[in-house]
């Protein structure tokens, strides 16, 4: 079941820099996609989340576009500072089937 | 802030066993979740309950999981016989709309 992917399994990035975390799904009736951050032995951490009728959501240092056409979306970081380093999860769910689907994750690493 | 417990956050058991996982969802939550994450792989769903009943389950939910709302607080997911591949991260998550709260997780290893 490939219907949400993240290429990258990790990305390593400057402190003070732009990170850009991305993932790709398959599915159309996707409509409601969602980032979350995980710590070794923590529970995914829900950072934002965006619905399929916007293109762009905004939260402090974290954004996320997303891409209809292209079903692509990306989550934006900046500036990267270290305690965000961890792996990243991108979820997308059909609203009214609930389930989230999860990518494979990125680990990313914010040099000092 | 509120946040969704679970415990125990380890358990060691032998194959064939019954284990129960318990979860506290974040108190005015309507939506409840099991997920799992076997090591080195995806967050997979489980199960979803909503109203008292689940409203729907994955593939892995066979007749050996069951899932439970036992009082106004706690969900629990019992696995009645144990198998190897069982092992695992065990997330709970509640939620109210879209967005899922996740719990720290109980690992599961069966010996």
């Known amino acids: 079941d490939q219907q949400v992917k993240q290429n990258s399994p990790s990305l390593s990035v400057q402190e003070g820099r732009i990170s850009i975390l991305n993932c790709d799904y398959t599915n159309s009736m996707f409509d409601y996609f969602l980032w979350y951050k995980k710590y070794p032995a923590e529970g995914p951490t829900f950072l934002i989340s965006i619905s399929s009728i916007k293109d762009k959501n905004e939260d402090g240092r974290f954004t996320v576009f997303l891409n209809k056409s292209a079903k692509h979306l990306s989550l934006h970081i900046v500036p990267s500072q270290p305690g965000d380093s961890a792996v990243y999860f991108c979820a997308a769910s059909v609203q009214g089937a609930q389930k989230l689907v999860f990518g494979q994750g990125t680990r990313l690493t914010i040099n000092p | 802030e509120p946040e969704v417990t679970q415990t125990p956050s380890h358990q060691v058991t032998q194959m064939g066993q019954e284990v129960i996982l318990r979860c506290v969802p974040i108190?005015?939550?309507?939506?409840f979740y099991w997920y799992r994450q076997i090591l080195g792989q995806k967050v997979e769903f489980l199960v979803s309950?909503?109203?008292?009943?689940?409203?729907?389950k994955s593939e892995i939910f066979d007749d050996q999981f069951s899932v439970e709302r036992p009082d106004g607080s706690n969900f629990t997911l019992k696995i009645r016989s144990t198998k190897l591949e069982d092992s695992a991260m065990y997330f709970c998550a509640s939620g109210l709309t879209g967005t899922q709260y996740f719990g720290p997780g109980t690992r599961l290893l069966v010996l």
């Open positions: 108190s005015n939550h309507l939506y």
């Open positions: 309950f909503y109203n008292n009943e689940i409203s729907e």
